[in-house]
């Protein structure tokens, strides 16, 4: 398989993995990734002929300029997603990022209209998804769509080096090495928002200490590490990716 046809292959199934997850509505949301060697990207199409983020195959896999326009053509009845900044101005920016996310969890949807703040409620439970909490993710403070280059300028500054954004009223937006790593730190991102709705309906959530937030950071650190090619993902988030692709019925 050619690295084209890998990339368009690990689009399509994160998109199917984090549907069936529950990650987002119906036809809301897309992936990206950048193309080695090039200033292009592939991303999820959007339009009357697609299937939704849950059932999304390699067809609905375009390739687009970092302007966000069609390298060669798009299939009938798809067309490039109106939130197309959000990838490219990411990309753009950031040599660091492969991978762009953009998706809408209705449970961080909550926090992100309440300005309830997402508490390092836990620690060994998940250490990726503390590392994502201790990261205090930025709030783009609008729901508007990002359909303008402008719009995904301002994206790009709120997320700035960080590996995730929430977005009022709206969503999240994740950027990482690797197509599994921005849907490794959207599940988490999920889950601490979950358990955080969850725990406030018992009572008063509490943060961990300090002195556990310090003594996780090996864990952190750990999981943070990649050692691969660039685009590809590190063995731990590999290893948890499979797991998710197991849990939903893709082969990893």
């Known amino acids: 398989m050619s690295i084209e046809d890998s990339l368009r292959t690990r689009i399509a199934r994160a998109c199917r993995v984090l549907g069936a997850m529950e990650l987002t509505r119906a036809l809301r949301g897309h992936i990206s990734a950048r193309i080695p ?9 959007r339009g009357p002929a697609e299937q939704g983020v849950r059932f999304t195959t390699e067809d609905e896999i375009v390739e687009v300029d970092l302007d966000g326009k069609p390298v060669a053509g798009m299939p009938k009845g798809l067309r490039t997603p109106s939130e ?11 040599p660091d990022v492969n991978a762009v996310l953009h998706l809408h969890p209705p449970t961080v949807v909550l926090f992100t209209v309440t300005g309830t703040p997402l508490l390092p409620i836990y620690g060994a439970y998940d250490p990726q998804g503390l590392g994502i909490a201790l990261e205090e993710p930025p709030l783009f403070d609008s729901s508007v769509l990002i359909n303008t280059p402008e719009l995904g300028r301002q994206l790009t500054a709120v997320i700035g080096g960080k590996r995730a954004c929430l977005m009022r009223g709206h969503g999240i937006t994740t950027a990482a090495g690797s197509i599994e790593e921005a849907g490794v730190i959207a599940l988490g991102l999920n889950e601490l928002a979950t358990l955080n709705y ?27 590490e990649n050692g691969a090619a660039p685009g590809e993902p590190g063995p731990s988030i590999a290893a948890e990716w499979r797991y998710y692709c197991r ?6």
Do not use: M
Request: proline fraction near 6%; charge should be positive.
């Open 198 to 224: 969850q725990a406030r309906l018992l009572g008063t959530p509490q943060p961990i200490s300090q002195a556990d937030r310090d003594a996780l950071q090996p864990a952190i650190k750990r999981l943070a």
């Open 37 to 45: 060697g090039t200033n292009r990207i592939f991303v999820r199409a």
């Open 84 to 94: 197309i900044y959000i990838h490219t101005e990411i990309l753009r920016a950031r």
């Open 247 to 252: 849990l939903t019925g893709e082969s990893a």
